[in-house]
């Protein structure tokens, strides 16, 4: 995703909104499951990949794209979660395709893709015997303990598996290499500063 494209879908950023309904979120950086009563302020602070980041009574949140009305954003947004059954149609998988879905994905915390982060070690496809396409990702962390882990595989594994002719996806988290700046790109480093 280019930069343009980030900034036009962060063009909430820094906006308060009060809550349409109770929403379902999840505590930023630990990972536990929290709900947002309606009717409760939250100030937007990242908006990409299809997801929200919101800071509420101090505390930064995750909320799915799918949840976007409860924030007042219009209707809910589709997500790649509706499409995680795969794709078995007979046909190639261009590589390329994964990667640049991969670069729609995000840790809530940083305002880079994962691809540009250094995150994503290794992606594979493999044609099955049915016809469809499996994908091996290989990828790692910002730091191993994480909490948020599991949701940024859940999002490269779902956002992996909305692109045609892929019809199933193993995600392996790793921690060798560990993960270090170094290992960034030259965009994100820029972007976060660190030049």
């Not at 879908?9 to 929403?23: E, K, L």
């Not at 640049?100 to 290794?122: A, F, M, Q, R």
Request: proline fraction near 5%; hydrophobic fraction near 40%; charge should be negative.
């Amino acid at each position: 995703m280019s930069s343009a494209v980030e900034e036009a879908n962060n063009n909430h950023v820094g906006q308060a909104v009060t809550t349409t309904r109770d929403v379902n979120a999840v505590l930023i950086p630990i990972g536990t499951p929290v709900t947002i009563p309606a009717g409760a302020t939250v100030t937007i602070t990242q908006e990409l990949g299809g997801s929200y980041t919101v800071s509420v009574s101090g505390n930064l949140v995750r909320i799915d794209g799918d949840n976007a009305d409860a924030l007042g954003l219009g209707d809910a947004a589709p997500t790649a979660a509706a499409d995680m059954a795969g794709d078995d149609t007979p046909g190639s998988v261009d590589e390329q395709e994964i990667w640049t879905v991969l670069k729609s994905c995000y840790d809530p915390e940083i305002p880079v893709n994962i691809v540009d982060l250094g995150l994503v070690y290794d992606v594979h496809v493999v044609e099955t015997d049915a016809g469809g396409n499996h994908v091996d990702i290989t990828m790692t962390l910002t730091a191993p303990g994480c909490g948020m882990g599991p949701f940024i595989v859940d999002d490269v594994r779902a956002k992996t598996l909305g692109v045609a002719h892929v019809s199933s996806v193993d995600v392996e988290l790793v921690f060798e290499p560990v993960w270090d700046r170094s290992m960034m790109s030259d965009e994100a480093r820029l972007q976060l500063g660190m030049f």
